[in-house]
C-alpha cells in the first residue's frame, strides 16, 4: 500500500494538527480565539486558515495542484499584512511537515522514498507561497499610488480636459512637510 | 546564514509570552502600521502643544521636561469634566465580551487590540495615579506607572483605535473605547504628540473651512467644473448657488464629495436631485466640508471646526442646515453639535419645504440627513426613479460606523436603494446594522502609510463583502461615508478585487428622470448604462 492511501484516514487529523501549529504562530491571546469561534464573518483569519488547508493538504497528498494558487493566496494574503516578516508570514507551509510527523511519524519513518516526494511537494508549495506574499507586497504599493490618484480625481479630470488645476490635494497628498524615512 | 525551516519553525511555533503590562513597541520593525507625526506648521497654525521634528522611530520623542505632570493634571482635568470616564475606567469587569469584537483585532491577532486592554493600557495609569489601591499596591492592583515607553505605546495603540464604537455595542456596561481613546488622543495631545494626516487637516480646516485646505476661488471652480461634467451627461444645466444670503437651506458636504473619486458622483447626485426639486438652497465656500478631524484630535478642535457651521448658517441667514453623506460628521452633529455649540436658537425646526415633513428629531440641531430629506420625498411619492439606470450595478450597503452607531440610520439608505436599484443584496447579519465593521481606515488612521494597518481592520468588512460578491455578484459597494469612499475602494482592491464604491445619491442621480434630460446612455461616471458590468439573470 502506498504512503498516499496509508495517510488517507489520516488526513483530518493532520489538518487539524496543522491548523493547530498555525494558529500558534499567533499570539496565545489570539489563538484561542482563532480555534473557538467558528462563524466565518466573525473570524475572518480562522476561517481562511481551516479552509485553505484543506485544499492545500488535498494537493500534497493528491499532487493536484488546480487550486492551491487561490488557496495560498487566501492564507499569505493575510499574512502579509499582519506583524509577520516574510520568511514568518510562509512557514505556515512548512508547519505541514511537522504535523504530517507529528500525527503519522511511524508510517512516514518506514517509506523515506514515498515521505520525500511529499516532502518536496511541501517545498514547492512553500516556494509558491513566497511568490504570492511578494505580489501581496506589490500590490500594497500599487493600490497606494491607485488612492492618491482616485484623491484627486478632480484635479486629474481637469488636466484630461486641459483646463488649469491648482495645487491643494486631500490631506496628506499635499503633504509638504513630513517626517524623515 | 539563513535559517533552516525547522529554526523557523522553532523562532515562530512559540511567539515570546511578553507580559502585557510592559511596553515597548519597535516602530522601525512595524512600519505600515503607525501614522506620521503632526507637522510643525500645522501645530503652530492651531496654537497646539510642542511643536517639533520627530519620528515615532527616533528613541528621543522630545516631550517636554515635565511630561508626568502634564499628562497627570490633564488627565485629572478629563475626569472631572467627564463623570462618563471616570465611570469607564472603574465599572469594566473585563467579561471579555468586547475582547474579540474589534476589527483590529480579528483582523491583526494583536491583544492589545482587544477593546478591553486597549482601555487597559489607560486604566492601568489610572489605577496608579487615581485610585486609592493603586497608590498603594501599584502593580499588584493592576496600576503601572506612567513611563516613556507607556505614552509610546499610547501612540501606538490609541492610533490603531477608529473609535468606530463596535465594541461598546457588546458590552453590558455600555462601555465606550471611543470616548477613551478620545481621551487618550486628548492627553497625547497635551505632550504634542498626534499624527499629521489629523492635524494638517484641521489646520486647513481652521484656515480655510475644509480639511483640503481649498480655498473659496478653487471651491468655487471645482463645484461649476463638476456641474460642467454634469450637464454633459444629463443635458441638464446646474448652477448651484455658493454663499447666497437668505436661502432657505445651507448644504454642507464633506469636502471629499467636490473633490475626490468616487465622492464626485454623489455631488453630481446632489446637484441632480436639488435641481429636480426646485431647492432654495446654498453652499458655501466657508462651510465647506461637513467632516470634522478636530474630533479626532480634541474636544477643543472639534468644537472650534463645528462652530464654522453654525456661525454660517447664522451668516447667510439660512432656515436650516441639510448635511451630505458624510460619517463622523453625523457623530458631532447628533451627539456634541447641541453641547458644544448649541442649541441653535437663531435657526428654525427643519421642514422639507417638498412634503412639509418637519424633522422633530432635529428639532435642536436644526441639521438633517440627507438619507433622512430623501427618503422622505419617496416616501410622498415626489420622485420619479428609474432603477434599470443602475442595473448594471448589484449592490451592497455598508452602514458607516458613525450614521450607523451614533445615530442609529440604518432603514433610510435601505429605503433609497430598494428604490434606486434592482438588483440589491445585504451582507450577512453580524457584519451590517449596529454591528456593522469598520471600514478600518476612520478617525483619521485613512493615511497611505498606515497602509498595513488599515488592509487588517478592513479584513472583516471585506470578508462580508467577497461573501455577497461570490455568492451574488454584487460589484458594488454603496456607503454614505466621505472616509469609506476615499478608503473603501483601495480595501477592495487588495481584498475583493471587482467590487467598486460609490455613495447613494450618486444611484438616486443615476435613476432620477428629470425633465428636459437627454437620454441617459450612461452613469454620472460616463460608463454604459448596459456594459459588461451588468449581469441580468437574478441569482
Ligand atoms: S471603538 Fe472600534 S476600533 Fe476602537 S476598540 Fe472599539 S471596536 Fe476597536
Ligand atoms: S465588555 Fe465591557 S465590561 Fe466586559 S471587558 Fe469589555 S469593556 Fe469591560
Redesign the pocket.
Known amino acids: 500500500m502506498s504512503l498516499q492511501t496509508q495517510l488517507t484516514p489520516m488526513l483530518d487529523d493532520i489538518r487539524r494538527r496543522w491548523i493547530e501549529l498555525i494558529f500558534a504562530t499567533y499570539p496565545s491571546d489570539a489563538s484561542g480565539f482563532l480555534s473557538r469561534e467558528k462563524d466565518q464573518f466573525a473570524n475572518p483569519v480562522g476561517f481562511a486558515i481551516r479552509q485553505a488547508t484543506a485544499t492545500l493538504l488535498d494537493s500534497v497528498v493528491t499532487g493536484r495542484s488546480e487550486h492551491t494558487a487561490e488557496a495560498l493566496d487566501q492564507i499569505v494574503r493575510i499574512r502579509s499584512v499582519q506583524d509577520f516578516t516574510a520568511s514568518a508570514a510562509v512557514s505556515f507551509v512548512f508547519l505541514l511537515k511537522q504535523a504530517i510527523t507529528d500525527v503519522a511519524g511511524e508510517l512516514v519513518a518506514k517509506d523515506a522514498r514515498a515521505w520525500l516526494e511529499l516532502d518536496e511537494r511541501i517545498d514547492g508549495l512553500a516556494l509558491e507561497a513566497f511568490d504570492v506574499f511578494m505580489q501581496c507586497r506589490e500590490q500594497l504599493f500599487t493600490i497606494r499610488l491607485a488612492e492618491q490618484d482616485r484623491w484627486n480625481a478632480s484635479a486629474r479630470l481637469k488636466r484630461q480636459r486641459g483646463l488649469p488645476v491648482s495645487p491643494s490635494g486631500m490631506h496628506g497628498t499635499g503633504r509638504k512637510e513630513h517626517p524623515r524615512r | 546564514m539563513s535559517k533552516t525551516p525547522e529554526e523557523l519553525l522553532q523562532i515562530h511555533y512559540h511567539p515570546p509570552k511578553h507580559d502585557w503590562m510592559d511596553p515597548s513597541i519597535d516602530f522601525e520593525a512595524r512600519r505600515g502600521t503607525w501614522s506620521y507625526p503632526g507637522g510643525v506648521k500645522s501645530l503652530e497654525y492651531l496654537g497646539l502643544p510642542n511643536p517639533r521634528e520627530w519620528s515615532p522611530t527616533d528613541e528621543d520623542w522630545k516631550l517636554p521636561p515635565n511630561w508626568q505632570e502634564i499628562v497627570h493634571r490633564g488627565f485629572k482635568d478629563l475626569l472631572t469634566k467627564y463623570r462618563s470616564l471616570r465611570i469607564f475606567m472603574d465599572?469594566?469587569?473585563?467579561?471579555?465580551?468586547?475582547?474579540d469584537k474589534c476589527h483590529f483585532f480579528i483582523g491583526s491577532g494583536d491583544p492589545k487590540n482587544m477593546?478591553?486592554l486597549r482601555?487597559e493600557l489607560l486604566r492601568s495609569v489610572y489605577r496608579k495615579d487615581f485610585t486609592t489601591a493603586g497608590k498603594i499596591l501599584g502593580r499588584a492592583a493592576g496600576g503601572r506607572a506612567l513611563t516613556i515607553d507607556v505614552i509610546k505605546e499610547w501612540f501606538y495603540y490609541f492610533y490603531q483605535c477608529t473609535e468606530c464604537r463596535r465594541?461598546s455595542v457588546?458590552?453590558?456596561?455600555g462601555?465606550d473605547?471611543a470616548e477613551i481613546t478620545m481621551a487618550a488622543r486628548e492627553l497625547l495631545n497635551l505632550l504634542g504628540i498626534n499624527i499629521n494626516w489629523i492635524v494638517e487637516p484641521v489646520a486647513n480646516c481652521q484656515r480655510t473651512g475644509n480639511h483640503l485646505g481649498i480655498q473659496p476661488h478653487t471651491f468655487k471652480d471645482n463645484v461649476e467644473f463638476l456641474c460642467e461634467e454634469l450637464e454633459d451627461i444629463t443635458g441638464i444645466h446646474v448652477d448651484p448657488p455658493i454663499n447666497k444670503k437668505g436661502a432657505e437651506i445651507l448644504f454642507i458636504m464633506p469636502s471629499a464629495d467636490y473633490f475626490a473619486d468616487p465622492g464626485i458622483y454623489t455631488f453630481m447626485g446632489y446637484m441632480l436631485l436639488f435641481k429636480y426639486l426646485g431647492l432654495d438652497y446654498t453652499l458655501s465656500a466657508y462651510a465647506s466640508e461637513g467632516g470634522n478631524f478636530g474630533l479626532f484630535l480634541s474636544r477643543d478642535t472639534a468644537k472650534r471646526l463645528n462652530y464654522k457651521m453654525y456661525a454660517e448658517a447664522k451668516r447667510l441667514g439660512v432656515k436650516w442646515i441639510l448635511g451630505g453623506e458624510c460619517g463622523h460628521m453625523w457623530r458631532v452633529v447628533n451627539q456634541y453639535m447641541d453641547t458644544m455649540n448649541g442649541p441653535a436658537d437663531f435657526l428654525e425646526v427643519p421642514r422639507s419645504p417638498v412634503t412639509g415633513t418637519v424633522f422633530e428629531n432635529a428639532a435642536s440641531t436644526k441639521m438633517v440627513h440627507i438619507c433622512e430629506f430623501t427618503a422622505d420625498l419617496i416616501h410622498h411619492g415626489k420622485l420619479k426613479l428609474d432603477p434599470s439606470r443602475n442595473d448594471w450595478a448589484r449592490v451592497t450597503y455598508h452602514d458607516a460606523c458613525n450614521p450607523a452607531r451614533a445615530m442609529g440610520l440604518l432603514e433610510e439608505p435601505r429605503y433609497l436603494l430598494k428604490h434606486a436599484v434592482n438588483h440589491f443584496y445585504e451582507m450577512p447579519e453580524n457584519t451590517i446594522r449596529e454591528q456593522t465593521f469598520c471600514c478600518g481606515a476612520g478617525a483619521g488612521l485613512g493615511n497611505d502609510e498606515n497602509i498595513d494597518m488599515r488592509m487588517r481592520g478592513g479584513l472583516p468588512r471585506a470578508n462580508a463583502v467577497k461573501y455577497v460578491h461570490e455568492q451574488h455578484r454584487v460589484n458594488l459597494l454603496t456607503c454614505i461615508c466621505a472616509i469609506d469612499r476615499a478608503v473603501l475602494p483601495t480595501l477592495m482592491d487588495f481584498w475583493v478585487p471587482g467590487v467598486r464604491v460609490s455613495g447613494i445619491h450618486e444611484l438616486i442621480g443615476n435613476a432620477l428622470v428629470i425633465d428636459g434630460e437627454n437620454e441617459r446612455t450612461t452613469n454620472l461616471r460616463g460608463e454604459p448604462l448596459h456594459g459588461e458590468g451588468e449581469v441580468s439573470d437574478d441569482v
Not at chain 2, 465599572?91 to 475582547?99: H, K, L, P, S
Request: glycine share 6%; hydrophobic share 35%.
Open positions: 465599572c469594566c469587569v473585563r467579561c471579555g465580551a468586547c475582547a477593546p478591553v482601555a465594541c457588546f458590552c453590558p456596561y462601555i473605547t
